[in-house]
């Protein structure tokens, strides 16, 4: 009986916190029918921030999948003075505002910042512009991958590495043939995870963006500016746009997140096979 109410409750809170607000977001965007709602793609500045979005997921995906699977190896399988500080730095995005991770770049590199007036005498420009949107939104995302796959590499201890090694692999032969095969369906949790943070970032890259239409808009600032000058159905349907792609990739995320790619047995038969 307890389980039940706990269920009951449970799908309580997901439907007043989740699918209602989703289908009411559904609802508006689809008031006027879907040729109305597909309009606003034939607004460049729209397309626009669709691209600047998928830019910005290109730039920075990538960058924190190499960060994060290096900083989680490094953090799991070596013990190093500091080794505390860096974990707390590494997390540290996640328990700040993401306004902060914008204001920081504001404060380093804005026309009055610490290394504004060197940018500006040289002709260089990262604020208001696609490297200070990236830079915001690498701050926010950071630590998601490096926290998705530590677990795993700790259940896995350092065992394989250090029989790859004895048998003569090198840094980057064990990175691809016994870790990153090991941490599997974790690391690929992680991106998408990371790609979903990312394409819904607001708070940061509205501090350094500038808002600019049809050069500093993302598609979640641009929801914006269109709800703000009245144009809700056109608001609505790119809203629903970003909610769908999201919902989908944490969708696919669940799907992956059960699995934990190959056994510690299927592994080692690698590494005593290989002989490298």
Same mark, same amino acid.
């Given at each position: 009986m307890r389980s039940r109410l706990l269920v009951a409750a449970a799908w309580?809170?997901?439907?007043?916190?989740?699918?209602?607000?989703?289908?009411?977001?559904?609802?508006?965007?689809?008031?006027?029918?879907?040729? @109305?709602?597909?309009?606003?793609?034939?607004d460049e500045d729209a397309r626009s921030a669709i691209l600047l979005t998928l830019l910005v997921l290109a730039c920075t995906v990538p960058v924190n999948t190499l960060f994060g699977i290096l900083s989680a190896y490094a953090l799991t399988k070596f013990d190093f003075p500091g080794r505390g500080l860096v974990l707390l730095l590494i997390e540290l995005p996640l328990s700040v505002s993401p306004v902060v991770g914008g204001l920081v770049w504001v404060l380093l590199f804005g026309a009055h910042g610490w290394f504004g007036p060197w940018l500006s005498a040289h002709g260089l420009r990262i604020m208001f512009a696609l490297p200070g949107i990236v830079l915001a939104t690498l701050f926010v995302t950071l630590p998601l991958v490096a926290r998705t796959v530590m677990p795993v590499m700790e259940a896995q201890g350092r065992q394989q590495e250090e029989a790859a090694a004895i048998l003569g692999a090198g840094f980057l032969q064990t990175m691809l043939r016994v870790t990153l095969p090991a941490i599997g369906?974790?690391?690929?949790?992680?991106?998408?995870?990371?790609?979903?943070?990312?394409?819904?970032?607001?708070?940061?890259?509205?501090?350094?963006?500038?808002?600019?239409?049809?050069?500093?808009?993302?598609?979640?600032?641009?929801?914006?500016?269109?709800?703000?000058?009245?144009?809700?159905?056109?608001?609505? @349907?790119?809203?629903?746009?970003?909610?769908?792609?999201?919902?989908?990739?944490?969708?696919?995320?669940?799907?992956?997140q059960p699995r934990t790619g190959r056994t510690p047995s299927d592994r080692m038969s690698w590494t005593l096979s290989s002989r490298v």
């Open positions: 309580l809170l997901a439907f007043l916190f989740l699918l209602l607000p989703l289908g009411a977001l559904l609802v508006e965007t689809l008031r006027q029918g879907i040729p @109305a709602a597909l309009q606003v793609f034939a369906s974790a690391g690929l949790s992680g991106i998408l995870l990371c790609t979903a943070r990312a394409l819904g970032e607001f708070g940061a890259v509205s501090v350094v963006s500038g808002h600019i239409p049809g050069q500093t808009e993302t598609v979640p600032l641009r929801i914006e500016t269109l709800y703000n000058d009245y144009q809700t159905v056109a608001a609505f @349907a790119l809203a629903a746009m970003l909610a769908l792609a999201s919902g989908l990739l944490m969708a696919l995320r669940n799907l992956l």
